[in-house]
């Protein structure tokens, strides 16, 4: 047996405590597998009188995450405390700067800092692997990174975000959001303030890191174009459902002649498509590529277990002495991000409008989108039997659905705009777009 691999872990919650009972739980077989033991020789938390489950009797412990990531007792740094500043990004850039290794499962620091970062770990001969930063247990880091590094790739697209997907397949089931909001709470789904993850800034993080290693381009999180679901009704679903599609809150990254979209938004899927049949809090992660054609992951997004599964796989990376970019290539030879703005995006699109009963009403919707060079897959009428009239004297709103033909995102905001304007439809029109796969 070669030298045990020394670990120091800064934070014990979810995740870290799991991955403290993964190496004790197989320590003997990693050790078999990697001709080397792993061992967790000291650890920072808040709190240390905490109980976690996990014995720590003969493990230094650190007050400061800082110190434990400067210890020369330590080969590999492991930051499972969260958050894009503060004490993990001060403890990671320690870690590298002094040469050791880092594995982290922070998607919120690699989203911010994590082009510096890799190009400091390059710069200083040290390893940064984050696996387990998007996709919980899902290997899709490596999966692009490595095993699809040959192909050049066109599409990234995926249901990142466990909590999102989980209340839309409620909402398919019959409960209305708020419902399966609070049942997602309940059953430790969704925290107490759910606003990052029901508005989509959970997974725009995660995209925005998988769009670097799928196109070489630096990280940039603040170009991502988010739409959360708070605004998708249980209308929406049944209509979906009618047209012979589900939606997903899906991240896209794509390239477009214009550059690339890097988008977060409710989405319209086909019904039998791969993405479409994941149900509850499972994520997955469809890849196009030139060679390969498709390839779709899909597993526990998050979870301890799931996640723990994932750091270590990248601990296990480390003490084989795998060295490999932290982005895919050298930092230095990333790309600029350039940004598709949304307008130029081009897809078909699920449009619901509340149209006043009345003469006309209906022809000037058809009139504006034919206007702006939008052609109607479908216009369908809802909730009132064909041939019936509304009550006589009041002016009652028919739901419409409208199904375009690719068109555009600018186009298609056009005609909606002056359709509000124009006073044929109560309320806001939604609108959720269709991706063809
Ligand atoms: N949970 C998941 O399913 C999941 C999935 C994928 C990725 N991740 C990522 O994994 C990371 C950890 O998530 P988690 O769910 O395990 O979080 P968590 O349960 O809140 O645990 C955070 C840990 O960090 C410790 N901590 C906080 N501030 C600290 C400080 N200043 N110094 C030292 N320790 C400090 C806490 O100590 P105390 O215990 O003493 O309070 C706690 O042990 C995050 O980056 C998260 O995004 C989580």
Redesign the pocket.
């Known amino acids: 047996m070669n030298a045990p691999l020394r670990l120091g872990i800064?934070?014990?919650?979810?995740?870290?405590?799991?991955v403290v009972r993964l190496l004790e739980r197989q320590g003997d077989a990693i050790a078999t597998q990697l001709g080397r033991p792993v061992r967790v020789v000291a650890v920072?938390?808040?709190?240390?009188s905490?109980d976690?489950g996990i014995n720590l009797d003969s493990i230094a412990w650190h007050?400061?995450?800082v110190a434990l990531a400067n210890a020369n007792s330590i080969d590999v740094f492991v930051?499972?405390?969260?958050?894009d500043d503060?004490?993990?990004h001060a403890?990671v850039r320690a870690a590298l700067e002094s040469g050791k290794g880092v594995v982290?499962?922070?998607?919120?620091?690699l989203a911010r800092h994590g082009v510096a970062l890799a190009a400091l770990a390059e710069e200083r001969g040290a390893e940064l692997s984050f696996e387990?930063?998007v996709g919980?247990g899902i290997p899709i880091v490596k999966t692009l990174r490595e095993a699809l590094a040959g192909n050049r790739l066109t599409r990234l697209y995926g249901i990142l975000n466990g909590t999102c997907n989980f209340i839309l397949t409620r909402m398919e089931a019959g409960a209305d959001y708020p419902s399966a909001l609070r049942e997602a709470q309940a059953l430790g789904y969704a925290e107490a303030d759910p606003t990052f993850d029901v508005e989509g800034l959970d997974a725009a993080q995660k995209l925005a890191i998988l769009t670097s290693l799928a196109f070489g381009t630096e990280i940039d999180s603040d170009s991502v174009y988010v739409e959360g679901i708070t605004g998708i009704t249980p209308d929406d679903l049944a209509a979906a459902e009618e047209l012979g599609y589900r939606i997903k809150l899906l991240g896209v990254a794509q390239r477009t002649d214009s550059g690339i979209e890097q988008r977060v938004h409710p989405t319209m899927v086909p019904r039998d498509c791969d993405i479409a049949r994941i149900s509850g809090v499972t994520n997955a992660v469809a890849v196009e590529g030139d060679f390969i054609g498709s390839v779709v992951l899909s597993g526990p997004?998050?979870?301890?277990e799931?996640?723990a599964s994932?750091v270590v796989g990248d601990i296990m990376d480390q003490a084989r002495g795998v060295r490999v970019p932290p982005l895919g290539r050298p930092a230095a030879s990333l790309e600029p991000y350039r940004r598709a703005r949304m307008r130029a995006h081009e897809g078909g699109y699920y449009l619901r409008l509340k149209v006043l009963d009345r003469p006309g009403a209906f022809a000037a919707i058809a009139q504006r989108m034919a206007e702006g060079g939008i052609s109607l897959d479908s216009i369908v009428q809802r909730n009132r039997p064909i041939g019936t009239a509304p009550k006589r004297g009041t002016e009652e709103a028919q739901p419409v659905t409208i199904i375009t033909h690719s068109t555009t995102e600018q186009a298609v905001r056009a005609a909606l705009a002056g359709i509000e304007a124009g006073g044929e439809v109560f309320g806001r029109p939604q609108m959720i777009r269709i991706e063809a796969l």
């Open positions: 800064a934070g014990l919650g979810t995740v870290g405590a799991s920072s938390a808040r709190d240390r905490r976690r007050e400061d995450p930051e499972l405390i969260g958050g503060g004490p993990a403890s982290t499962a922070n998607k919120a620091l387990a930063a919980g997004g998050a979870g301890g799931a996640t994932a």
